[in-house]
Each structure stands twice: as structure tokens, then as C-alpha cells.
């Protein structure tokens, strides 16, 4: 069966000299497999990587799909989570079509910034492989955002870092501040190359906003020659599908990553029917799990996956515990040993979920 992917993609030319001409289709690029790079979009001098790009630039292709290789410490470890998202806030400026936060019940509140701090310190403290500053909200909508981005930036072992953004409200300020942080990825959502296909999931009077905020970022990067690599992002669902191939080819030159995000949360009705249309592998074992992501929403709820948005199966909370404490603690350990042994399925709130792959 086709495993669901969602994939990132980047200019060739970012590895190879060239002229390549063949025209972008996004249904043939998801089949091809990718170029291993490290989390600097370097090339991993391993044979196999060769055989590939040599393939790739005599096709003429593009662009090519990489798979980031992050070299861990951390790997086999069990005791502590190694991707930590902490969700800053819970409030949005937006309501889009997939998201699941229309049907919330949880608190969306800004966390308090002395639990975030306090996060951070434990999570600087056991060494982590990637911290996300944000889980579903708009993290430039906490009103000590840029506070709390430096404090980040002051730690030595959270790995790379993540922030995300729909680009509504972020201005040339916001703009200026990120390109000067310590920030490794900055995720920019993007659902289309145009108001009609953008307005399928969001009010179509923002199009020219967000795509105004994301092409001056980068020409400010371009020219200042620093900042977090920018991953533009659009995701595959119904409305917006036939826009993909134009999406990448309207940004590839900029040298940045390009992704193509699967459509989750396909419980919700509105997502339902597109996520169907998808081959699905047998449930036996979940990514997020065999990956050691941990969740963290503006509450301070620990949670092992992202599809539980509302936060109904959290294994506790930071206001109360440690997370160490709560790694290790019966409830997580339930879910990790049915995961090791094939067996996630025997969880009823895991037994149909459809998002275990990405």
C-alpha cells in the first residue's frame, strides 16, 4: 500500500549545476525517494545519495524531495521525550477549514511565561533533539512572544527550533526580529498561490497579506544573508490539491524548502471524506510515538500525539509534575510498550485514527 507522506521539497540547484526543465508534478515527485541532507540542507556524502542525484539531473527534475537526517544523541533513549512541542498559546487570528479548533472544548489561553521558562529549563537540562514553540495557535499572538524566543535562544540543548506562523500578523517587526534570532525553522503557511484557492480555507481577504508578509521575509533574508530557514508550506487536501504543482513552481527558485503536508485530523467531518481517499497501511505502530514526541498545550497538558487536540488523554500536567515524571510514568508507559510490541490498535482512542503515519 502507498505509505501517506508528507514530503519537502528544494531546488536541485541547491546541489548541482545545470539547466533542468522538466515540468513539476507533484503525484510522480511523491513517489521518488529522497536525498538524505542534514538539518543544515547539506548533502550526506553516502553513495546512495549519489546514485540518486545523478538520477535525478539526468531526468532533469527541478526540484527534489529530501529527508532531513538529524545525527542524535538521543535515539535510543526512553526515559525523556526527544521532539518537544509547547504550545505558547492557544489563541488564533485565524479559523481554517482543516483545523481542528472549532471543535476545541480545552481553555485556548496564553500560557503562563514562567511555566514556559520552566519548561524550557527542564527540557535544557535533559538535552532534547528539536523544540517546536508553538502546537496549534499563533505563537506572535502571546504577549511576551519575543521574550520568550530569546530565552530559547540562550539554551544550549534543545536542537534545532521551530517557529510557525500563518502570516497574517507578521509584519516587517516580526519580520526583523525572527530574521535576527537564534530560530533554526520558520514554518509559513501558505494554502495557495491565489485568493481562490487560499479562500477554500481561510478568508480569501488575507491572501494578499500573508503572501506580501512571505516575500518581503524573503527579500529581507536574501539580502541580509542570515536567518532561520524558511519552510513554506502548503497542505494537500481537497480545494487545494490542483494548486500544488503551480505552489512549487512559483517558489522553488527561492532555495528554501518547500512542503507538501498530508491532511490530518481527518475525523473531523469537513476532512473526512478527502482522507478516505487515502491507502492506508495496517495500524500496528504509531511515528509519533516511535519518534518520542511529546505535546505540551498552553495549559501545560502533556499529550503523546497531536490528533488529541483537546487534550482528553494527556498523561498530566507540567503545573504538577515534572515531565520527566510523567515520561516515565504507568500511563505513558502503557502506550509505549503497545507500540513496541505492534499492538497500538488495542487503544480504543488510537484504533481508528488515520494520522499515524506522517
Known sequence: MERVKTMEFITIKKYLSGNFDRDINYGELKKLKAI????????????????????????????IPIRRISKSDYNFRNDFP??????????????????????MKRPLVDMDKELYKKIIDELDKHGIDAFWFFHFGESILHP???????????????????????????????????????????????????????????????????????????????ELRRGPIIHIQMIDQEGTFHNIDEFLETFYRTGEILSVISLE??????????GLKRKRPLLRKCNRILRGDCFVDCSGFVKLCDADYDSRRAIGNLKDNTLYELWNSPKR??????????????????????????
Open 265 to 274: 485530523y481527518t475525523g473531523m467531518v469537513e476532512n473526512k471524506d478527502y
Open 333 to 358: 508507559k502503557e502506550v509505549y510498550d503497545l507500540n513496541k510490541k505492534g499492538r497500538i490498535f488495542e487503544l480504543e482512542c488510537c484504533r481508528d485514527c488515520v494520522d499515524f503515519d506522517l
Open 82 to 103: 526527544r521532539r518537544v512541542m509547547v504550545e505558547m498559546t492557544g489563541r488564533c487570528n485565524l479559523t481554517c477549514r482543516m483545523c481542528p479548533r472549532k471543535e
Open 144 to 222: 511576551n512572544w519575543k521574550e520568550l524566543v530569546n530565552y530559547v535562544g540562550g539554551k544550549k540543548r534543545l536542537g534545532i527550533t521551530w517557529f510557525s506562523t500563518n502570516g497574517v500578523k507578521f509584519n516587517e517587526e516580526a519580520i526583523d526580529f525572527v530574521l535576527n534570532s537564534g530560530i533554526t525553522f520558520l514554518n509559513y503557511s501558505l494554502h495557495g498561490t491565489n485568493e481562490k484557492t487560499y479562500s477554500f480555507v481561510s478568508p480569501k481577504e488575507n491572501y494578499s497579506i500573508v503572501r506580501g508578509h512571505l516575500e518581503m521575509i524573503l527579500q529581507k533574508k536574501k
Open 36 to 63: 538524505e541532507v542534514d538539518q543544515d540542507l547539506k548533502f550526506l556524502p553516502i553513495i546512495n545519495n549519489y546514485f540518486l542525484l545523478e538520477r535525478y539531473r539526468t531526468e532533469g527534475y527541478k526540484i
